[in-house]
C-alpha cells in the first residue's frame, strides 16, 4: 500500500484504518520529503513494515552513502534506479549489507527501479533509446541481478517477460495496480491486480485508488478479494 500523503496525520489514518487487511507501506518521496525519517519509524510504530521508495539515482559514493543512512531506519525494502549503472548498483548492494552488518540488522531488500511506469516506447524514444522497452527492463534487471540486487521494480506488462528470463531468483515489485474499471491517471503501463499477480509479480502496490477512495478499507478488501481468487497471498 502506498502511503501517497504529505502529511504523517493523514499517513496514520490509512495505517490504522488499514490495520489487519495490509502489513506492507510505501513510502515514497511525496511522504519521505514532507516528514523526512521519522515517518519510516512512526509506520513501524502503528505496525507497518516499510517500503523505502525514493529511487536513489547519483554518482555511487553518493548513493551508498544515502543507502547506509537509510539502512539504519531498518527498512524492509529500499529503491534505487539501475539507470545508475553498474558500479553504482554493486556500491549501494556493499553498503546496505556492511552496515546492515555493523548495526546486527536485516539488511534491506536492494530493489531496482527499471523504466517507469508512466513511459511509454515513445518517451524511451526521446529519450535516446531504440530498443524495445521490454528490452531495456529485461536488461537493466539482469544489471541489477548481476551487480547484487535483490529485485527490480517493474510494471506487470513486463513481469512474465522477467519471469522468463530469471525464474524465481528476482523479486518483481509492480506498481500502477489499478482495479478494473480504474482510469490510470499518469501511470500509463497499469494492470489489474490479477493480472500482474499472473504475470508473475512478488508484490504489488497500490496507491491512489485506495488513498483517494472514500472507504479505503474496503478498496483494500475489494483487492484482497481478488488476489485469493487468484490463488495470491
Same mark, same amino acid.
Given at each position: 500500500?502506498?502511503?501517497?500523503?504529505?502529511?504523517?496525520?493523514?499517513?496514520?489514518?490509512?495505517?490504522?484504518?488499514?490495520?489487519?487487511?495490509? &502489513?506492507?507501506?510505501?513510502? =515514497?518521496?511525496?511522504?519521505?520529503?514532507?516528514?523526512?525519517?521519522?515517518?519510516?519509524?512512526?509506520?513501524?510504530?502503528?505496525? @507497518?513494515?516499510?517500503?523505502?521508495?525514493?529511487?536513489?539515482? +547519483?554518482? /555511487?559514493?553518493?548513493?551508498?552513502?544515502?543507502?547506509?543512512?537509510?539502512?539504519?531506519?531498518?527498512?524492509?525494502?529500499? %529503491?534505487?534506479?539501475?539507470?545508475?549503472?553498474?558500479?553504482?548498483?554493486?556500491?549501494?548492494?556493499?553498503?546496505?549489507?556492511?552496515?546492515?552488518?555493523?548495526?546486527?540488522?536485516? /539488511?534491506?531488500? &536492494?530493489?531496482?527501479?527499471?523504466?517507469?511506469?508512466?513511459? %511509454?516506447?515513445?518517451?524511451?524514444?526521446?529519450?535516446?533509446?531504440?530498443?524495445?522497452?521490454?528490452?531495456?527492463?529485461?536488461?537493466?534487471?539482469?544489471?541489477?541481478?548481476?551487480?547484487? &540486487?535483490?529485485?527490480?521494480?517493474?510494471?506487470?506488462?513486463?513481469?512474465?517477460?522477467?519471469?522468463?528470463?530469471?525464474?524465481? +531468483?528476482?523479486?518483481?515489485?509492480?506498481?500502477?495496480?489499478?482495479?478494473? @474499471?480504474?482510469?490510470?491517471?499518469?501511470?500509463?503501463?497499469?494492470?489489474?491486480?490479477?493480472?500482474?499477480?499472473?504475470? =508473475?509479480?512478488?508484490?504489488?502496490?497500490?496507491?491512489? /485508488?485506495?488513498?483517494?477512495?472514500?472507504?479505503?478499507?474496503?478498496?483494500?478488501?475489494?483487492?484482497?478479494?481478488?488476489?485469493?481468487?487468484?490463488?495470491?497471498?
Amino acid at each position: 500500500m502506498a502511503l501517497d500523503v504529505s502529511s504523517l496525520e493523514e499517513a496514520e489514518h490509512l495505517v490504522r484504518e488499514l490495520s489487519g487487511e495490509v &502489513l506492507w507501506f510505501k513510502v =515514497g518521496m511525496q511522504l519521505f520529503y514532507h516528514c523526512g525519517p521519522s515517518v519510516v519509524e512512526a509506520v513501524q510504530g502503528w505496525g @507497518g513494515r516499510v517500503f523505502l521508495d525514493l529511487k536513489l539515482h +547519483d554518482i /555511487p559514493n553518493t548513493v551508498a552513502e544515502a543507502v547506509r543512512a537509510l539502512t539504519r531506519l531498518e527498512v524492509g525494502m529500499l %529503491t534505487v534506479h539501475t539507470s545508475g549503472g553498474r558500479e553504482m548498483l554493486r556500491q549501494a548492494v556493499q553498503a546496505a549489507r556492511e552496515e546492515a552488518a555493523l548495526l546486527g540488522i536485516r /539488511p534491506p531488500l &536492494l530493489l531496482g527501479v527499471t523504466v517507469l511506469t508512466s513511459l %511509454t516506447q515513445t518517451d524511451l524514444a526521446e529519450l535516446g533509446l531504440a530498443a524495445q522497452l521490454r528490452e531495456i527492463v529485461v536488461r537493466w534487471a539482469r544489471l541489477a541481478q548481476e551487480a547484487g &540486487l535483490d529485485g527490480v521494480v517493474a510494471s506487470a506488462r513486463e513481469a512474465k517477460a522477467l519471469r522468463l528470463a530469471f525464474g524465481s +531468483d528476482l523479486v518483481i515489485v509492480t506498481p500502477g495496480i489499478r482495479p478494473g @474499471g480504474t482510469s490510470a491517471d499518469d501511470q500509463r503501463r497499469i494492470a489489474t491486480p490479477r493480472e500482474a499477480l499472473k504475470s =508473475g509479480a512478488s508484490y504489488l502496490v497500490v496507491g491512489r /485508488p485506495v488513498t483517494q477512495a472514500l472507504d479505503p478499507r474496503a478498496v483494500v478488501q475489494q483487492l484482497l478479494q481478488e488476489l485469493g481468487e487468484t490463488g495470491g497471498e
